[in-house]
T-cell receptor, first 114, second 113 residues
Framework: EPEVTQTPSHQVTQMGQEVILRCVPI?????FYWYRQILGQKVEFLVSFYNNEISEKSEIFDDQFSVERPDGSNFTLKIRSTKLEDSAMYFC????????????FGPGTRLTVL | TQLLEQSPQFLSIQEGENLTVYCNSSSVFSSLQWYRQEPGEGPVLLVTVVTGGEVKKLKRLTFQFGDARKDSSLHITAAQPGDTGLYLC?????????????FGGGTRLMVKP
């Protein structure tokens, strides 16, 4: 059964450094998402991406964040200058052309900012 | 801003007992998803309910979407230790261009043998 993959599984970085989190969504999905989950808190929406452009973004997704789907298979989240409060699990998700909201999540990347 | 409240937050029961987890909102959702999440992993989709009043069964798990599409419940019959985990509800609103999911805070279930 196809599944969403994410790399790396764990990323440790220094405050102020740039990080790129990578995702390979399920091949027939059309909508792509990034969510984050700070330890012990709710899963929070960051951004949605459809037809090669951002369709919606949350207040969390400020100018330090960007997303790309450079080659039709990878979907990346870049944080330009990381802050301590960016430490969290980051999940990529995808959705096909279905009537429901069912999104399929990757295993996540644990980002630790020191 | 749409909010989903889950209750209870924690539930510890003996094997064989039944339980119900609730997911409530003042907002209407186009659909409601239930996920299960293991520590350090991503949420795994269990079910999607779309129609008000809809009931779906997955072995010992029964999911219901409220008539007004504002609430949902997950009922587990004869719980087993393998059911232990974090259960999340997440609502989708088609009025949002991106079809983002709004998550509840989760119910952490422990089933003791």
């Amino acid at each position: 059964e196809p599944e969403v993959t994410q790399t790396p599984s764990h990323q440790v970085t220094q405050m102020g450094q740039e990080v790129i989190l990578r995702c390979v969504p399920i091949s027939n999905h059309l909508y792509f998402y990034w969510y984050r989950q700070i330890l012990g808190q709710k899963v929070e929406f960051l951004v949605s991406f459809y037809n090669n452009e951002i369709s919606e973004k949350s207040e969390i997704f400020d100018d330090q964040f960007s997303v790309e789907r450079p080659d039709g298979s990878n979907f990346t989240l870049k944080i330009r200058s990381t802050k301590l409060e960016d430490s969290a699990m980051y999940f990529c998700a995808g959705k096909g052309e279905t009537s429901g909201g069912e999104q399929f999540f990757g295993p996540g990347t644990r980002l630790t900012v020191l | 801003t749409q909010l989903l409240e889950q209750s209870p937050q924690f539930l510890s029961i003996q094997e064989g007992e039944n339980l119900t987890v609730y997911c409530n909102s003042s907002s209407v959702f186009s659909s409601l998803q239930w996920y299960r999440q293991e520590p350090g992993e991503g949420p795994v989709l269990l079910v999607t309910v779309v129609t008000g009043g809809e009931v779906k069964k997955l072995k010992r798990l029964t999911f219901q979407f409220g008539d007004a599409r504002k609430d949902s419940s997950l009922h587990i019959t004869a719980a087993q230790p393998g059911d232990t985990g974090l259960y999340l509800c997440a609502g989708d609103d088609w009025n949002n261009a991106g079809n983002m999911l709004t998550f509840g805070g989760g119910t952490r279930l422990m089933v003791k043998p």
